[in-house]
């Protein structure tokens, strides 16, 4: 890894594994395989991928929503697993927390929007009974909701998505976090304030020091907005590349293909994709690269289990073909 | 100049309710020529999908068009009885819909979708219409071996291609998508739209494009047409959308998108949200939002004007 101190987060050679189907041997589904990555604090990770590709399941390993079958998570250098292996202690809880895709789901219809964000105040001793009322509101202020004070007692149905998607990120910078992992946090909103939320994310990292894990389908939001894209495919890390390099530095053909299959105005639409749709095989997968299907620079030795290069400092490859340093 | 293939004029749609109609499209008035791809665009609540259905008469109650008038190559569609809207849909105009889950039979397999609908427009032979069914899913790159399966065992895409089948199976001049590939992973909507726009430049019908993605349309329409509370705000040739646009709303939308891979761009955004339907504002729809607003955009609600050729928007400071 190219850290020489300690970083605030690290998840080394994590798998995770769902069995599937009943019966008397259910098959095993590799949601993840093999996952290693580190993030730091005032950093932006982007995780990328299509349905399936396993982005999900890293944001809910790190939140230890999801146990992992094997590999560790670090914190700040302490396997957590290790540590608390009952299950995550509210000070971890504390320490990394999540925002959802759906705003409409992940608030309590029956709750205003300061119960959301006193809530935790009060359970992590943030706030006492007398300042919660008041902490809330600046964190509703902080999150762009102004007056803070005139949303306190909203309910999630007077508020629009993005205002939704905002109580969700107050409630989770009130146990003031060192890590936000956020999954799809823009993908439920309306365009025109999709940027918002973005760069709300990008305003909190700078100012409170914050990780974020931004989990997206929309490479072109990841490339804006993040350090470093992990690429991942069928549950396996394909590359991670420094993001402003993202089209001059990517190699691998997924990578590629997704940087192709993105809209680009003066694209010619017609343009032929460097390679085919599909889904990964993660049931019972075979060894060697997932992507084998899919890919038109495949050969025999995709078939056999990969390895990654380091190609540069942030950046890494899984692939057969195109791993040779140049 | 030629017949359009589809002729809207102050269509004005509805909702039934308790507290009286409320109105989700106002007064919309556009063509589209035949061969053309008008892109409609507009985000959650701008009316677009009341717009489509209202339009092809799709819409349950509590829907109501209002006013209007709507014809397909010059004839008027709100004017027939349910046979005659029948015999017109699938052969004059198809409709290929968001979630082809939600709108193909689950019951039926992918061959009897098919040919139920070449049967119930013609007197086909089962044989015929079976062969007529390969040839359709072989032309929207799905493979034949799929003609006897059920929706439930394909995937997303493989569903939107059948959609996207039916809607070719009795060639009609008119196609209207909503959000053909809006629920689908980047790689497969990028196939499935080349493979749309190389049907449409093969067999030349003209084509709605309804999405909320304007960047998209950006590299395809010919015309693109931007919905903001129900009212077409701005419409014209998409070359007037590539320099930004000229309604504030359209270029509050275009700066929204992210910068794509080869550009250097810095996005912005648009404060505020999209007014609700029940309580819209008074005067533009778009000024609580808008920071080039005057007086009277609080008060009047704004008419469409032509800036120049086929470009118009509905704002006051233009």
Redesign the interface.
């Known amino acids: 890894m190219p850290h020489p101190v300690t970083p605030l987060l690290e998840v080394r050679d994590l798998g995770v594994v769902f069995p599937v189907g009943g019966g008397w041997r259910p098959k095993k589904l590799h949601a993840l395989a093999g996952v290693s990555f580190a993030v730091d604090r005032g950093e932006i990770l982007a995780v990328v991928g299509e349905s399936g590709s396993g982005k999900s399941t890293i944001g809910r390993a790190v939140t230890r929503l999801v146990e992992p079958t094997s590999g560790s998570v670090l914190l700040e250098g302490v396997d957590v697993h290790a540590a608390e292996p009952r299950g995550p202690s509210r000070s971890y809880r504390r320490r990394v927390q999540m925002i959802f895709q759906d705003p409409f789901g992940s608030l309590n219809p029956v709750h205003t929007a300061g119960h959301h964000v006193i809530r935790p105040l009060r359970i992590h001793g943030k706030s006492s009974k007398e300042t919660a009322r008041r902490d809330a509101a600046a964190l509703l202020d902080l999150v762009g909701l102004r007056p803070g004070a005139d949303f306190l007692d909203k309910h999630p149905f007077a508020l629009s998505g993005g205002q939704r998607q905002r109580v969700a990120i107050a409630r989770a910078l009130a146990t003031e976090p060192d890590i936000l992992v956020a999954d799809e946090p823009t993908s439920m909103l309306d365009v025109s304030i999709r940027m918002d939320v973005l760069r709300l994310l990008d305003r909190l990292r700078r100012e409170r020091n914050l990780a974020v894990l931004l989990i997206t389908h929309d490479l072109a939001a990841a490339r804006y907005l993040s350090d470093r894209i992990l690429v991942m495919y069928g549950g396996q890390l394909m590359e991670e590349v420094p993001s402003k390099e993202l089209a001059g530095t990517a190699r691998h053909p997924y990578t590629k293909l997704l940087v192709a299959a993105a809209p680009r105005p003066n694209a010619d639409i017609h343009a032929a994709l460097p390679a085919r749709s599909g889904l990964p095989q993660n049931i019972e997968p075979l060894p060697g690269c997932p992507f084998i299907e899919r890919c038109y620079d495949g050969a025999a030795i995709c078939s056999q289990p990969l390895t990654v290069s380091q190609l540069g400092p942030n950046h890494r490859l899984r692939c057969h073909i195109h791993g040779d340093p140049r | 100049m030629t017949e359009p293939a589809l002729d809207i004029r102050s269509l004005t749609v509805g909702y039934q309710t308790e507290a009286g109609p409320l109105i989700a499209v106002h007064d919309v008035t556009v063509a589209v020529a035949p061969g053309e791809i008008l892109g409609l665009v507009g985000?959650?609540g701008s009316g677009k999908s009341t717009l489509i259905r209202g339009m092809l008469r799709l819409l349950g109650p509590p829907g109501v068009v209002v006013r209007g008038s709507v014809k397909l190559a010059g004839r008027e569609l709100m004017d027939l009885d349910e046979e005659g809207l029948r015999q017109r849909r699938w052969s004059e105009v198809s409709l290929v819909p968001q979630s082809a889950l939600n709108a193909l039979n689950p019951l039926l397999t992918v061959a009897e979708q098919i040919t139920d609908t070449l049967q119930a427009h013609g007197a086909v032979t089962t044989a015929a219409a079976l062969a007529r069914a390969v040839e359709l899913l072989t032309l929207v790159g799905l493979d034949p071996v799929n003609l006897h399966s059920y929706p439930h065992q394909l995937?997303g895409?493989m569903r939107q291609r059948v959609a996207l089948g039916l809607a070719m199976a009795l060639d009609p001049p008119l196609v209207v998508m909503d959000e053909p590939t809006t629920a689908l992973?980047?790689?497969?909507?990028?196939?499935i739209?080349?493979r749309i726009?190389?049907l449409q430049a093969e067999r030349g019908f003209a084509m709605v494009f309804v999405t909320?993605?304007?960047?998209?349309l950006?590299?395809?329409a010919t015309r693109i047409g931007v919905l903001y509370a129900g009212r077409m705000v701005e419409l014209g040739p998409v070359q007037r959308f590539?320099d930004g646009g000229a309604h504030p709303?359209t270029q509050?939308?275009l700066g929204?998108?992210?910068?794509?891979?080869?550009?250097q761009r810095e996005?912005?955004?648009?404060?505020g949200?999209?007014p609700s339907l029940a309580d819209p504002p008074t005067g533009c729809p778009f000024h609580p939002r808008c920071d080039k607003g005057r007086a009277t955009c609080r008060v009047t609600v704004p008419e469409s004007t032509h800036l120049d050729g086929e470009h118009e928007a509905a704002c006051h400071i233009l």
């Not at chain 2, 909320?212 to 998209?216: E, I, K, N």
């Not at chain 2, 929204?256 to 891979?261: G, H, K, L, R």
């Open positions: 985000e959650s995937s895409g992973d980047v790689v497969v909507e990028r196939e739209l080349q726009l190389t909320h993605d304007v960047s998209l950006l590299e395809f590539r709303y509050g939308l929204a998108i992210p910068p794509a891979i080869d550009e996005p912005s955004s648009i404060p949200s999209p």
